[in-house]
């Protein structure tokens, strides 16, 4: 972070070139819980949209913040394929959506990165009709923003903040294990999805990670 | 007319269902099949259901019936005031869809129509 407080184009890149590679290293954890309940495609769908993103981002660089999301987000639907391209494609486009509509600056504040991760949660619920207890990205993504924004209330740093956040999202992913689904493949499963951490859950909170990862550098 | 694009996550699957429905609509509704990821495997292409949106559209509007899963989600990418989505069974619903606006009945009629394949049982 180039003063502590504020996130330059530079630190989302670095968010997403961290969040590729943590993905590319987790591939087969991710496969091997999708092939427990879901068609085993997370992990390479998801390596594969990730991939796309970071050469997408080395052609050309955008110059903001919001900018840069918004091609991740549209890099995502387009190359992974699986459910989740349109999910964590709509995260990303929404969040920059949400910096754009606050001005598109070049740099962005704890604050405005937590009001566009909210953004990016309320469009993933939008688009998968998603709550919280479903097994599903949401059971990561929803207390990691509610962390998020419970430690830049009480007033802390952005690394401890994002420290809490991906705590919270890790959490989150491992409170999916006793849930039945009811959503996507696994919710045909019923008792049987019981049992196994969400997929999806579980690659949102390398997400959060690897945003705790670059704000901690 | 009203056009129709079926989307899939197989594209075999999609292509055959338009095949039926076309059979059964009558050669003029325009149909397209938008199934599989873009490399031909399970999944959905955003890409290919923007180009059979386009195909497809004759100014009256369009009717996206997805199947399960991704093709849900990514035909609500596409969500618009003319492009409609079917929350129906696929294969009647296509068929339902393709008869109705094969006798060239405006968006709301056709979609209603797929819908009415909701509760048609079979027994």
């Known amino acids: ?217 | 007319m009203v056009g129709i694009v079926l989307i899939s996550h197989s594209g075999p699957l999609a292509a055959e269902v338009a095949l039926l429905a076309a059979q059964l609509g009558g050669a003029g509704v325009p149909l397209a099949a938008a199934g599989g990821a873009e490399d031909g495997g399970l999944g959905t292409s955003p890409d290919l259901v923007a180009a059979a949106i386009e195909e497809v559209d004759r100014g009256d509007g369009v009717i996206l019936i997805p199947d399960l899963g991704s093709s849900v989600l990514t035909a609500r990418l596409f969500e618009e005031e003319r492009v409609v989505i079917a929350d129906v069974p696929f294969v009647e619903g296509a068929i339902a869809a393709a008869v109705s606006a094969g006798a060239d009945s405006p968006l709301e009629a056709v979609l209603a129509a797929a819908e009415e394949a909701r509760t048609f049982r079979k027994l």
């Open chain 1, 1 to 217: 972070m180039a003063t502590g407080f504020e996130m330059d184009t530079a630190f989302f890149a670095a968010w997403i070139e961290e969040s590729a590679r943590s993905v590319a290293a987790g591939k087969e954890r991710l496969t091997d819980l999708d092939a427990a309940i879901g068609d085993a495609d997370h992990g390479s769908n998801l390596d594969r949209g990730f991939t796309a993103v970071v050469r997408a981002l080395a052609v050309k660089e955008p110059d903001t913040p919001a900018a840069l999301l918004t091609v991740v987000g549209t890099t995502l639907i387009r190359k992974v394929g699986g459910a989740s391209g349109p999910l964590y494609g709509t995260a990303f486009r929404e969040m920059g959506r949400a910096l754009g509509d606050l001005g598109d600056t070049a740099e962005v504040s704890p604050g405005e990165l937590c009001a566009a991760l909210e953004a990016g949660l309320a469009g993933v619920r939008r688009l998968g009709s998603a709550a919280e207890g479903d097994k599903t990205m949401v059971d990561a993504l929803a207390p990691a923003v509610r962390a998020l924004r419970r430690a830049l209330e009480e007033g802390s740093e952005p690394r401890e903040a994002a420290a809490a956040a991906a705590a919270a999202a890790r959490e989150g992913a491992e409170a999916t294990i006793p849930m039945r689904a009811r959503r996507g493949r696994a919710s045909y499963l019923g008792e049987r999805s019981v049992g196994h951490e969400d997929p999806g859950a579980a690659s949102t909170a390398l997400i959060l990670t690897a945003l705790h990862t670059v704000a901690a550098r």
